[in-house]
């Protein structure tokens, strides 16, 4: 047996609710942020290298520069959808509520914003 479904962004794959390139966005986006060092570790990284007493590595930055540049790219509310869904395993209905919204436009507030990020990362349709 194995997880296939780890990610709110997995999910709606799985269920087609966003298609192939707004998830590839979405994974693109996510591989930034955790790249730039954002998401928690749950076990230890055999392949750390420290660096200048422990600071960030110039590619860390790099992608944090990255990460923050789509973000505002897409704009305040969409920014925050893509952070919280992608990066941080919101489902985008409660993404959504926190922005004042109706709960069932998430997933459409969702497939703009990936539509978006994809569009940043000159992925084809």
Known sequence: MSVIIQTPL???????????????AGEKLYGLWRQAGRSQRLTSDYNAVIVEGGKKTATATEAFSEY??????LGRDQGQIAMWVCCEGMSANE??????????GGITLLRLTLDGVGDYFGMPR
């Open 68 to 73: 923050i540049k789509i973000l505002r790219n």
């Open 10 to 24: 997995d999910r709606y794959h799985m269920r087609e609710q966003i298609n192939r390139r707004q998830f590839e």
């Open 95 to 104: 993404a959504a509520v926190q922005l004042d919204h109706d709960p069932r």
